[in-house]
Every structure is written in C-alpha cells, then in structure tokens.
C-alpha cells in the first residue's frame, strides 16, 4: 500500500518538456534525460499526460490508439526505459487515461461510422434531422455538443471537440475494452493513473434541454459514476495503487465519496473549484481580479470536510489546462520570487497529495503572446473567434487570451538561457515567453535562494514531518481577506501557516504568538520581523510557518 501523504507528483506535458531529437517537439527521449532533475525535486511519481496515437487535436487528450505510442514522441520501447529509469530512481510513472471519449479516428469510431451497429453502440448515437440536435448543450470548446452524420442520419455527442466523440460506458463491452487498456499499461509496469474528466463517463438515461445552463448539470457526477469507477478498479486490481479523477464542475459530496478508501473508487480528486474565483459570473472568457474571501473559504470547506469524512485531494495551482499560477494569483513582476514561494507554501503544507506542473517550480509565467497566430490551443483559438462574434476588440480579446488560455501553461520548459531556452535546438512548436533567459533550471539551481530550491525544500519537509503528512487542519479565518491562515495539529504538536496574497504590508487583526514554535520555513529573512514573539503583520506576499508544542 502507498503512502500517498508523504508523496509529491511531479507533472509533464511531453510536448513542452524536453525535445532530445531537434524536431522543436518534446518526446520520451527527452523525459528519460531529465529523470535525475525530477528525482532531484523530491518527486514520488510522474504523472505524463497522454503520449499515445493521437491526431493531436486536442494535444493527446483525442486519442486514436490506446495502446500504441504517437511516433512524435516516441517508441513503446521508449515508454518501457522511462518506466524502468523513474524505478531506478524511486518514482513511479502515472499515466493519462482519456475514457470519456475517443479521437473521430479512433479505429471503434471508424466503424461506427461505417455503420456497423456494434461499434455505433460504443458511442452515444441519437436521431434527428440535420436542423434539430437531440438538446441544447454546449461544447466545453465552444458550439453545439452534437455532431451531424448524414450518412447515418444521426447525432453523435462531443462534450469536448467535434473530433472527441464521447463514449457509451452504458455499454459492458466499452467498459471492458476500457479496463483491457488498464491492464495492459499495468503489465507494462506503470504504477499509477490519473483517469480525464472521468466524473462525466455517465450519461443521464433521458437526454433533454437545459434551459438554465449549457447542460453539465445532466451529466456531471453522472447517475451511474460512481457504480462505473468501482467496476473499474475492482476488475483491474488498481485499488493499491496511486489513482487521481479529474473532476470537472463536480460537487464535495460526489469527491468524499470518489476518494473515500472504503468506496473503494479513487486514491484521490482534482477538482477546480478554486480556479475559478477570477471569472467573472462563472465564465472564464470574462476577467475580473480574484474573489480572495471566496478563494479562502473554498479551500477553509473542501479541506475540512475532506478531512472530517475521510476523503483525500490533489492539492495544486497548475496543470497544463491552467494559466500560470504566479501570473494569476501571485506578481510576475516585482514581487515574482516572493509570490512564487507563498503559492507553493500554502500548498504544499495543507492537508493532501501535492501536484508541481512543470515549470511551476521555476516561477514560470504566463506567455505573454501577442498575437492570435502564436497561440496552438483549439480552446483558445476557438473562443477568440467567439469573443470577436460577441463584440469583443481584437486588443480585449487577445488580452482574455493572455489570462486565461491553456497555451500559458504549454510554453516550453525553460532550462538554461541558451536559444529555445535549452528546450530544443530548433525552433519549438510554440514560443518561450524572453524571461526564459533568467528564468531557468540552470541558473535556479545554482541560487540558494532560488523558486527551485524551495520547492525542493517543502516536498523533503513533507516526507520529514508527519504533522504535514497526517495533521488535523483548521482554517484561521483572519482579516483582512489577503491574509490565508491555518493550523495542522497532531500529537500536541501544531505547524501554523502564514501567508498573504496582496502585494502590500497587511496588518493583522490580531498579532499571532509564537514563543514555542520556531520557524520550518519563510520566503523572507524572518529576523527582519521578529516583533516581540509575535507577528503584527505580513509583508507583500509573505509566507511563513511556524511549528512548535500548543
């Protein structure tokens, strides 16, 4: 059995890691070079998104072959050497499984199409004319969530892409494929799964309009999910292994019953609750500055009730969906190294299995790209043409592009300050933002000081300390609303976290007492604030945590 309390994931975009051939694209090759650098962090487990056959549409996450590898990438016998070099070096490789749906030239789709009736029953097919879909619901990319096929004279249903056909897991031969797929990754040696947007593989058995939303409601935390993902783990025997669901628009209830050892489901949830206290009225295509109160008590609720009824969470900033969180909630700019350690701080002590993206680590930032042209992302593609049909200018809608589209956390991965960044010795597949010149592996690792080497140090204090592993947590609601306290006790012992998230001098409602801790870790020299035993107040983006008897 894992201990996955004292683990640390490390996450890769292949695409964007490390590029060993020269073709400007990152590959397997290119993993393998960098194992020591990941075992270096800490890192339990590697978690790659996907790598298999793919048209790439949606960057890997349109899979056409399940158990073949995207010659872009790489060989099978390129995957095997990564498994057997991450074992080597203690760290276990998780990977990716798209189950909700399949790329259009998936070979089970291909046939579907051709009309043969086995295969039109792995999707979810529905009747109508070519004027009237089944429902209203949206796309997650933008448009209509049904496609036409006129030869068939039905809809099929895309949650994701055109070309990202949802799965019928109604079906037991689906499911069954679907956990032939696990198992063969299993035999080949991989140690853990993170299963996309899984919470939405069920589907409601009567298909109707939504007309208050664009019709997640119908199908997220589907009526037979949970039902699907006991199946799944039971048949393929991954219960003792690591396993993370990504849940989109989930609820608390639906992930304390996920992640809940007894259910016998998952090891644990992404949700994203908290990456959304920017968009404005719910919608990520419209900016507003982060709602901080609204940030704190999502985190204050999900962790205490995780912990209250035995739950588990991935607890992280970034992902390669997810603009850059320095960039987001931090200051890129003057308080860049400052704000950088705080994110990690709150993080990486809170109660949960910690996730670092790649780059997070280095204090990476958003692109910064100025043109529709450098952007790959259909997404974003997608909504820049739909903010210009909404009215939008060309200048706003590039700058919604800046905050928000998933390409800024796609640019390459910034190891030295050579050309490409040490990415490539070509030009890669998408643009470095120009700090990659100070921002870089190379020059971080030489910089006790650096962004780098504090993450280094937050994932060792988590394998040293059981109170970050196991303690209690309790949010200390304080004022002003900047300011982000808690508290992890266990056995008489207490670690208190401090952190503010504004760029100023925020004084406390109440100065905190700490003659009986001494300090595990601060982003500033805590001499300088050594007010008496007690902190009266916090320092543009400040963190510091205090551990001691209470």
Same mark, same amino acid.
């Given at each position: ?451 780098? /080497?504090?993450? @280094? !140090?937050?994932?060792? &204090? #988590?394998?040293?300390?059981? %109170?970050?592993?196991? +303690? ?57 604030? /050594?007010?008496? @035993? !007690?902190?009266?107040? &916090? #320092?543009?983006?400040?963190? %510091?945590?205090?551990? +001691?008897?209470?």
């Amino acid at each position: 059995m894992i201990d996955l309390k004292k683990c640390t994931v490390y996450q890769i975009y292949p695409k964007s890691f490390c590029d060993s051939n020269g073709d400007g694209i990152g590959d397997i090759r290119g993993i393998i070079g960098k194992l020591d650098y990941i075992q270096s962090l800490g890192a339990d487990y590697i978690w790659c998104t996907p790598f298999f056959t793919s048209p790439l549409r949606d960057n890997g996450y349109d899979v056409e072959d399940y158990r073949n590898i995207n010659p872009v990438f790489g060989t099978m016998e390129d995957v095997e050497a990564l498994i057997a070099g991450a074992e080597e070096r203690g760290m276990g490789l998780m990977l990716d499984m798209v189950f909700n749906h399949t790329s259009t030239r998936h070979e089970w789709f291909k046939r579907a199409l051709a009309g043969e009736q086995k295969y039109m029953d792995y999707y979810i097919f529905r009747d109508g004319g070519p004027d009237k879909p089944p429902t209203n619901w949206q796309s997650k990319f933008g448009g209509p969530a049904w496609e036409y096929v006129p030869s068939l004279q039905k809809w099929y249903l895309h949650l994701f892409d055109v070309t990202q056909a949802d799965l019928n897991w109604n079906n037991p031969e689906v499911r069954q494929e679907l956990k032939n797929i696990v198992l063969f990754w299993k035999s080949k040696g991989v140690k853990g799964f993170r299963f996309d947007v899984v919470n939405l593989i069920s589907k409601p058995d009567v298909f109707e309009d939504d007309n208050i939303g664009d019709g997640k409601r119908f199908y997220s935390d589907g009526p037979r999910v949970h039902e699907f993902l006991k199946e799944l783990v039971a048949d393929t025997g991954i219960e003792d292994m690591i396993t993370v669901g990504e849940m989109s628009s989930t609820s608390l209830a639906n992930c304390l019953k996920y992640s809940n050892p007894k259910e016998k489901e998952l090891s644990m949830c992404f949700n994203f609750h908290h990456l959304k206290v920017d968009y404005k009225d719910g919608n990520k295509w419209e900016l507003m500055k982060p709602d901080y109160r609204r940030l704190r008590d999502l985190f204050a609720v999900w962790q205490t009730e995780m912990e209250r009824k035995n739950g588990w969470m991935a607890v992280f900033w970034c992902n390669h969906d997810q603009p850059r969180i320095v960039s987001r909630f931090g200051d890129d700019k003057k308080y860049w190294k400052e704000s950088a350690k705080m994110l990690a701080t709150f993080i990486h002590l809170l109660r949960g299995t910690p996730y670092i993206y790649q780059g997070e680590e280095l204090g990476m930032t958003n692109a910064g790209y100025s043109s529709i042209d450098e952007y790959r992302d259909v997404e974003s593609i997608n909504y820049y043409h739909i903010l210009l049909k909404k009215g939008k200018t060309r200048e706003r809608a590039l700058e919604i592009l800046r905050q928000r589209s998933r390409d800024n956390g796609r640019s390459p991965m910034q190891w030295n300050s050579g050309r490409y960044g040490g990415f490539s010795v070509t030009e890669p597949w998408i643009g470095l933002p120009d700090n990659y010149k100070w921002i870089n592996v190379a020059a971080e690792d030489r910089d006790e000081d650096s962004i780098l /080497n504090y993450y @280094r !140090a937050l994932v060792e &204090l #988590r394998k040293q300390h059981k %109170i970050i592993q196991e +303690g209690r947590i309790e949010f200390l609601l304080l004022k002003p609303e900047e300011i982000f306290a808690y508290k992890r006790v266990l056995y008489g012992q207490e670690l208190l976290v401090l952190n503010n998230f504004s760029g100023k001098n925020v004084p406390l409602c109440k100065p905190i007492p700490y003659s009986e801790h001494s300090c595990l870790i601060s982003n500033y020299n805590q001499a300088e604030n /050594n007010q008496g @035993r !007690a902190i009266k107040s &916090l #320092r543009p983006y400040e963190s %510091i945590a205090f551990y +001691g008897k209470y």
